[in-house]
T-cell receptor
Framework: GAVVSQHPSWVICKSGTSVKIECRSL??????MFWYRQFPKQSLMLMAT?????????EQGVEKDKFLINHASLTLSTLTVTSAHPEDSSFYIC??????????????FGSGTRLTVV | QKEVEQNSGPLSVPEGAIASLNCTYS??????FFWYRQYSGKSPELIMF????GDKEDGRFTAQLNKASQYVSLLIRDSQPSDSATYLC??????????FGKGNQVVVIP
């Protein structure tokens, strides 16, 4: 089945620094990848939709200059949290969709990245 | 109105019983529907998807879709302690993005 690899699985960084999270589709091509954020005991909130070769589409309220997304190939999308602050501490999860786009397929989730900003 | 609603509180079921979860959605144009299971500290994993009215069974899981009433449900038969998790309902409304409900926590009591 489709596998999405996400790294790192956890990261601790100092306030004001930047952190890059990678999301790779290992056995399929992903035209579209999604980045979610999940705070404790809350559901997944879509941050942005990343399309290969074009600019990401951000959800309302998500700062595009703070959360930089790059989707340079059909197998890799990156999310960079710039100038991170403690309130950015969260569980970040990527999801990739198979280029075939078949109903029910794609939407495979990475293992998530636990970001802690101190 | 939220796109996807899961209003039930935590659900406790005895081992071997049936757990029933419900989800309603607001967009009549929604095309496909998903149930994910999420263990604490882990990312969601797909349990089932459904896109036609009626029932779809996969092992101990049955998804039910009623587009006229705009709800989708998940039944877990013969519940096991390993089924204890949060179950997320997700809806694809056709614009390539999934909208998630807030989830329902299920606790299976041995």
């Amino acid at each position: 089945g489709a596998v999405v690899s996400q790294h790192p699985s956890w990261v601790i960084c100092k306030s004001g620094t930047s952190v890059k999270i990678e999301c790779r589709s290992l056995d399929f091509q992903a035209t579209t990848m999604f980045w979610y954020r999940q705070f404790p005991k809350q559901s997944l909130m879509l941050m942005a939709t990343s399309n290969e070769g074009s600019k990401a589409t951000y959800e309302q309220g998500v700062e595009k200059d703070k959360f930089l997304i790059n989707h340079a190939s059909l197998t890799l999308s990156t999310l960079t949290v710039t100038s991170a602050h403690p309130e950015d501490s969260s569980f970040y999860i990527c999801s990739a969709r198979d280029v075939q786009g078949a109903i029910g397929y794609g939407y495979t989730f990475g293992s998530g990245t636990r970001l802690t900003v101190v | 109105q939220k796109e996807v609603e899961q209003n039930s509180g935590p659900l406790s079921v005895p081992e071997g019983a049936i757990a029933s979860l419900n989800c309603t959605y607001s967009d009549r144009g929604s095309q496909s529907f998903f149930w994910y299971r999420q263990y604490s500290g882990k990312s969601p994993e797909l349990i089932m998807f459904i896109y036609s009215n009626g029932d779809k069974e996969d092992g101990r899981f049955t998804a039910q879709l009623n587009k006229a009433s705009q709800y989708v449900s998940l039944l877990i038969r013969d519940s096991q302690p390993s089924d204890s998790a949060t179950y997320l309902c997700a809806v694809n409304n056709g614009n390539n993005r999934l909208a998630f409900g807030k989830g329902n926590q299920v606790v299976v009591i041995p």
